[in-house]
């Protein structure tokens, strides 16, 4: 009889080990579906969710940003008849408190994979850009930026703020930085001493008039002077037309500028980050990386050059599932892209400029002048993140 229970007992645990098996081949098939929906660029959304404990009850744990798609993991396990336990956390996390919203007070700001000054730079983001807050931890900050990209930023890069902190920044008289580089000096003369370096695209609050300079604001708090030629008013920065020529004009001043993984400023740049900074100037704000640049916009039949039009960006790499490399359009089979530094190089075999600096395979060209306001070519005036009244 004792030989009889210990049997179904055996068997009793089996079939529960197994249902249990056949559960999490099922959550980790629903966890991939769910994944590849709503969050298929890990650079831009995050959706990391792991099986904790994987005998009854099974237990999910992680975090996301998109609170969609913990909805449609929990709904598709509920469906299941799965049992689970749910320790998944919808960012922003407790940490964060009311100051879910952050703005940049540097003239850039690093933004790192991880949090810790050794870790790879990811990107970088401009003085006055709002920023979405999802953790806080040990100095740093886990944000989005308004191209949607995530990463860490050392706390003294940013300013944290409250919805109600941001309305009141969003309704002030601000003013963007429009030349290559400059100062904020603690005066209103030329001799004063700087306060903050300057880079185009800048945007910052703006205090009083005084003698052709511009009393300005920090997000921090600090003040300082900017002449008012080398700005442009806010309302005169979004609602221009952006203009293909002088996108080129500006990019052939950053000749000669160091390249830097991660860079988008005119201090130094990658590839993809030199056309990024370039049309924010002109109020565009577009995907942050050369892979995620080529969606975007009209493709452009490249094989004959005669197609091609200045401004168009030019891909290279294998071949559309890797790029690797982008540049942009001069004409007469030239384009000016960040390589080592940025140069001009041209797509004609029989130049002497020829590719020389890449190596790589044109493999995609782009047009966007036509598809401004559109997914990953968005406008500054038309993005949520930059009106007055967003939650």
Same mark, same amino acid.
């Given at each position: 009889? =004792?030989?009889?229970?210990?049997?179904? %007992?055996?068997?009793?645990?089996?079939?529960?080990? @197994?249902?249990?098996?056949?559960?999490?081949?099922?959550?980790?098939? !629903?966890?991939?579906?769910?994944?590849?929906? #709503?969050?298929?660029?890990?650079?831009?959304?995050?959706?990391?969710?792991?099986? =904790? *404990?994987?005998?009854?009850? =099974? %237990?999910?744990?992680?975090?996301?940003? =998109? &609170?969609?798609?913990?909805?449609?993991? +929990?709904?598709?396990?509920?469906? #299941?008849?799965?049992?689970?336990?749910?320790?998944?956390?919808?960012?922003?996390?407790?940490?964060?408190g009311e100051k879910q919203?952050?703005?940049?007070? +540097?003239?850039?700001?690093?933004?790192?994979? *991880?949090?810790?000054?050794?870790?790879?730079?990811?990107? *970088?983001?401009?003085?006055?850009?709002?920023?979405?807050?999802?953790? !806080?931890?040990?100095? @740093?900050? #886990? %944000?989005?930026? &308004?191209?949607? #990209? +995530?990463? @860490? !930023?050392?706390?003294?890069?940013?300013?944290?703020?409250? *919805?109600?902190?941001?309305?009141? @920044?969003r309704k002030s008289n601000r003013y963007l930085f429009n030349r290559i580089m400059g100062s904020i000096l603690d005066a209103p003369k030329k001799n004063a001493s700087p306060v903050s370096d300057l880079v185009l695209g800048d945007l910052f609050e703006t205090l009083s008039e005084k003698k052709g300079y511009l009393q300005v604001a920090f997000p921090d708090g600090r003040t300082g002077f900017v002449k008012k030629k080398d700005c442009l008013s806010y309302e005169k920065w979004i609602s221009q037309k952006p203009d293909v020529k002088v996108v080129l004009a500006t990019a052939c001043q950053l000749l000669g500028t160091a390249y830097l993984w991660g860079g988008t400023s005119c201090k130094a740049v990658d590839c993809s980050g030199m056309i990024k900074t370039l049309w924010y100037a002109q109020s565009v704000i577009l995907a942050r990386d050369a892979s995620q640049q080529i969606r975007y916009g009209e493709k452009i039949d490249f094989k004959n050059m005669a197609n091609l039009q200045p401004g168009d960006f030019l891909f290279f790499g294998r071949n559309v599932q890797r790029i690797t490399h982008v540049g942009m359009y001069l004409g007469k089979g030239l384009y000016i892209h960040a390589s080592g530094r940025v140069r001009i190089n041209s797509i004609d075999p029989k130049d002497p400029a020829y590719n020389v600096t890449d190596k790589k395979d044109l493999v995609g060209a782009v047009r966007i002048i036509n598809f401004l306001g559109t997914e990953g070519i968005a406008l500054v005036k038309d993005h949520p993140w930059y009106q007055q009244n967003v939650q």
């Amino acid at each position: 009889m =004792l030989k009889i229970f210990a049997i179904l %007992i055996s068997i009793f645990s089996f079939a529960n080990v @197994w249902s249990a098996e056949n559960d999490v081949d099922k959550i980790h098939r !629903v966890m991939e579906s769910v994944a590849k929906k #709503y969050a298929p660029d890990k650079r831009t959304a995050l959706f990391n969710v792991s099986i =904790l *404990q994987k005998e009854a009850p =099974l %237990i999910l744990k992680g975090e996301t940003n =998109l &609170p969609e798609a913990k909805k449609m993991l +929990l709904d598709s396990l509920s469906s #299941y008849q799965i049992a689970i336990v749910d320790s998944i956390t919808v960012l922003p996390d407790l940490s964060v408190g009311e100051k879910q919203w952050g703005i940049v007070t +540097l003239s850039v700001a690093n933004i790192r994979t *991880q949090p810790d000054h050794a870790a790879e730079l990811a990107s *970088q983001a401009l003085m006055g850009t709002p920023v979405k807050v999802l953790k !806080v931890t040990d100095g @740093w900050r #886990y %944000i989005q930026t &308004p191209d949607d #990209y +995530l990463g @860490w !930023v050392d706390e003294n890069g940013i300013v944290l703020k409250t *919805q109600q902190e941001m309305s009141t @920044w969003r309704k002030s008289n601000r003013y963007l930085f429009n030349r290559i580089m400059g100062s904020i000096l603690d005066a209103p003369k030329k001799n004063a001493s700087p306060v903050s370096d300057l880079v185009l695209g800048d945007l910052f609050e703006t205090l009083s008039e005084k003698k052709g300079y511009l009393q300005v604001a920090f997000p921090d708090g600090r003040t300082g002077f900017v002449k008012k030629k080398d700005c442009l008013s806010y309302e005169k920065w979004i609602s221009q037309k952006p203009d293909v020529k002088v996108v080129l004009a500006t990019a052939c001043q950053l000749l000669g500028t160091a390249y830097l993984w991660g860079g988008t400023s005119c201090k130094a740049v990658d590839c993809s980050g030199m056309i990024k900074t370039l049309w924010y100037a002109q109020s565009v704000i577009l995907a942050r990386d050369a892979s995620q640049q080529i969606r975007y916009g009209e493709k452009i039949d490249f094989k004959n050059m005669a197609n091609l039009q200045p401004g168009d960006f030019l891909f290279f790499g294998r071949n559309v599932q890797r790029i690797t490399h982008v540049g942009m359009y001069l004409g007469k089979g030239l384009y000016i892209h960040a390589s080592g530094r940025v140069r001009i190089n041209s797509i004609d075999p029989k130049d002497p400029a020829y590719n020389v600096t890449d190596k790589k395979d044109l493999v995609g060209a782009v047009r966007i002048i036509n598809f401004l306001g559109t997914e990953g070519i968005a406008l500054v005036k038309d993005h949520p993140w930059y009106q007055q009244n967003v939650q």
